[in-house]
């Protein structure tokens, strides 16, 4: 009993070392708590933004239905780099923030869809669309252009973030 008395003892005496704050041990663990919080909010926090990513939302505007092809249609990407790299890089760039989001994955954000309206009528989506004014808010109220394009030029351009590297 005292021998295992002693072990417990030892064993708060080196918690307490090892601890950056030490001897106050009620600080030690409510730190560990927050850090175990931490973690799980992350965790949390992740699942949460893919939760927010309604994939079957098609948005609001004049293209309700987009097939993609299998496999990537280079011709048609290069393209949609040519028109994307004019009108669009004003506010987006690739691999990061910008004015707007970084289109890398935004397939995996968004349905097709949902992106072609986005593109063709983004005043339309800001206002009916609850992802799209979500998103809105969160880019601080800094709308996004429409750039007239038309509805091939937007496939185009959509076929082109396939290309992108996930972030
Ligand atoms: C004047 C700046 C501006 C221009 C030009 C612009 N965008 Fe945007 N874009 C934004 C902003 C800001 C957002 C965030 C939504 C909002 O604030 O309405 C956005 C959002 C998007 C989204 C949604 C991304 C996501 O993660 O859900 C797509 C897709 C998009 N833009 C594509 C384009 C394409 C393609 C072009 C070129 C044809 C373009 N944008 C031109 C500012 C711009």
Sequence with gaps: MN???KGLLLIFFAASISS???GDEKKERGKLKIGEKKETKKDDTKKEENANYDLTNK???PVSSVTLGE???QTMAAE???IYKTKCTACHKIGQKFIGPPPNGVLDRRSPEWIMNM???PEGMVKNDPDAKALFLEFNGSPM???SL???EARKILEYFRTLDKL
Excluded: M, R, Y
């Design 150 to 152: 038309t509805e091939e």
């Design 80 to 82: 949609g780099a040519k």
């Design 145 to 147: 252009a429409n750039q």
């Design 119 to 121: 593109i063709l009528d």
């Design 71 to 73: 496999t990537i249609d």
């Design 59 to 61: 948005g609001v505007g």
């Design 3 to 5: 021998f295992f008395l």
């Design 20 to 22: 950056c704050g030490g």
